[in-house]
């Protein structure tokens, strides 16, 4: 139809150039006929142009050029004037047709940047990031033409599907007809339905069609040999000619996030302007479930953090709140003692033990809060093993302990708070009592490894398995009922803090023929650096 409106427009031309043609030049004829290529090919497209181009050039012949009425050239430089005009025309056709196309390119790109620029600022107007979903969401069913667009988030744990955002609905949906069901991959996958094919879209990183007709159609499944054939064509439109439904996976960091399900009655006319943009927005789309993920892991964390807060609060607060009552029962228990009833020691004995398991949790706290004074000096390691020895020699009388230090180093110097650093090590020494066999000995070493030295207590007990050599450093962990072992499972917990605040560590080791070894890094010093510091002092 348009090509017929051009050759009336055309024979209007030819005819009104009639009467005037004693007093045209050829070159006028040329021009006017040139003009209206033109207009013809920027209004119909090249087709219609180079069309007109060849009959422009016969009207041109047939009544311009002498002999008229005829197709016969008798002035040789007459050639010329029609070949220009053919090839003039042909070229300007094609030109203008080109020009045309990478116009309406630049002007289809700016308008994806203008829908991506809207797309941005709502999503950053939206505050939870639930809003910046439903937003995109909307984008995309706009800017696609689509009647339903959902977005759903695979979740971290057992990679579950869950709806997080939809714009848009569906009136009609197609019933699936049997024949095709059953002739579709799906079922050949075992997913019969929308439901089976977004969760195989999400667990296999592939794009799936749902086809008009009810059935379905998935991306290449690997083969047995391991190699992955042909994904389902997106780009170049070939895969989804005639899908009413189109199921795109999401990806943040070569992870599987999400998948975007798009829906239309009628075929969906995925141009390659709106596929580029429906992948550019499936970045969006993937970077915003990424962004609900991490608000919903951050505000876990907070509300964590303020119930631990909570927890130390209460725990300082109860531990100070008892030792009052504690001072008191041993004081009235002393006093029951000395006027000749000896069940009075047992009180005592306990008042101690729940006095100590409140003294741990008044310490706990405090390095919770981070204000366990530490004043680290330099100070020989065989002090602190000396000191250790004489505070747990009453109590362990019947234990063999057997110390070994270097004999090539005449003085073993570390940088440390005595104080904490010798509770670490009585610590280390009680709980190596309490897990041994009493007949066999306690191993305590020390020895300087580079700029650190580590001190070893080694026992011969059960052992701690790999699962619980990082468990037992956790408050209140035990590894199961001593008889002996009365204290709460804090003694590690604290013992490791305070390492840590002297810019050391606490580690569990496996011994060699059975038991346990923990090993006290603390930074190491020298003469020189002693020196110094009683220069310094004085």
């Known amino acids: 139809m348009r090509l017929l409106r051009w050759f009336l427009a055309l024979s209007l031309l030819t005819l009104s150039l009639l009467p005037l043609r004693p007093s045209l030049d050829k070159a006028h004829v040329a021009l006017a006929y040139l003009l209206l290529i033109l207009a013809a090919s920027a209004r119909a497209g090249r087709r219609v142009g180079l069309v007109l181009s060849v009959v422009s050039f016969f009207c041109f012949n047939f009544f311009f050029v002498e002999p008229l ?26 030109l203008l047709s ?4 990478e116009a309406r390119i630049a002007w289809e790109r700016a308008a994806e940047i203008d829908r991506l620029a809207v797309l941005g600022a709502e999503s950053l107007n939206a505050g939870p990031a ?4 439903a937003a995109i969401a909307g984008v995309i ?13 695979v979740s971290e744990s057992g990679g579950a599907l869950t709806l997080v955002a939809e714009r848009g609905a569906l009136v009609v949906v197609a019933p699936e007809p049997a024949a095709a069901v059953a002739a579709s991959p799906s079922r050949d996958l075992g997913m019969p339905t929308r439901a089976h094919l977004l969760q195989w879209v999400a667990d296999n990183g ?70 580029r943009f429906l992948r550019a927005i499936s970045y969006y789309a993937a970077l915003g479930i990424e962004r609900a993920r991490l608000v919903t892991e951050a505000e876990h964390a907070e509300a964590l953090r303020q119930a631990d807060k909570m927890k130390d609060a209460v725990l300082a607060s109860v531990s100070h709140d008892l030792r009052t009552p504690l001072t008191t029962i041993k004081a009235l228990a002393n006093a029951i003692r000395l006027e000749g009833d000896d069940r009075a020691a047992i009180i005592e004995e306990e008042a101690d033990r729940l006095n100590r398991f409140v003294a741990d949790l008044l310490d706990l706290s405090r390095l919770n809060g981070g204000v366990s004074p530490i ?31 270097p004999p090539d180093e005449p003085l073993l110097l570390a940088r440390l708070d005595f104080t904490q650093s010798l509770r670490i090590v009585v610590n280390l020494l009680e709980n190596a009592d309490k897990y041994s066999p009493a007949d066999q000995p306690i191993d305590v070493s020390a020895q300087r490894v580079g700029h650190l030295v580590r001190l070893a207590v080694a026992d011969r007990g059960r052992g701690i398995s790999d699962a619980e050599r990082e468990r037992i450093f956790e408050p209140f962990h035990r590894l199961g009922e001593i008889p002996d072992a009365n204290g709460a499972g804090l003694g590690l917990s604290i013992a490791r803090r305070l390492a840590e605040m002297q810019g050391g560590r606490l580690l569990h080791e496996p011994r060699e023929g059975g038991g346990s070894r923990f090993v006290l890094e603390l930074p190491a010093a020298d003469l020189t650096s002693l020196a110094a510091e009683s220069v310094a002092s004085l």
């Open 69 to 94: 009425h005829s197709f016969v050239v008798a002035e040789p430089l007459d050639w010329l004037v029609l070949v220009a005009l053919l090839i003039t025309s042909a070229v300007a056709a094609h």
């Open 98 to 101: 080109v020009a045309q196309s």
């Open 130 to 133: 639930e809003q910046a979903l």
């Open 141 to 153: 069913q706009e800017a696609l033409a689509v009647d339903r667009c959902r977005i759903h988030a």
């Open 206 to 275: 592939r794009v799936g069609v749902e086809r008009c007709d009810g059935s379905m159609r998935v991306g290449a499944v690997p083969s047995v040999n391991g190699s992955a054939g042909s994904p389902l064509d997106i780009t170049g439109g070939a895969g989804i000619a005639d899908a009413c439904g189109l199921l795109l996976p999401l990806r943040v960091h070569d992870r599987v996030v999400g998948v975007v399900h798009i829906e239309r009655r009628l075929p969906l006319d995925l141009t390659p302007s709106r596929q």
């Open 375 to 405: 004043a680290p000096q330099i100070t020989a390691i065989e002090d602190l093993l000396g000191a250790a020895l004489q505070r747990v020699s009453g109590a362990m009388t019947h234990r063999v302990i057997a110390v070994e230090l």
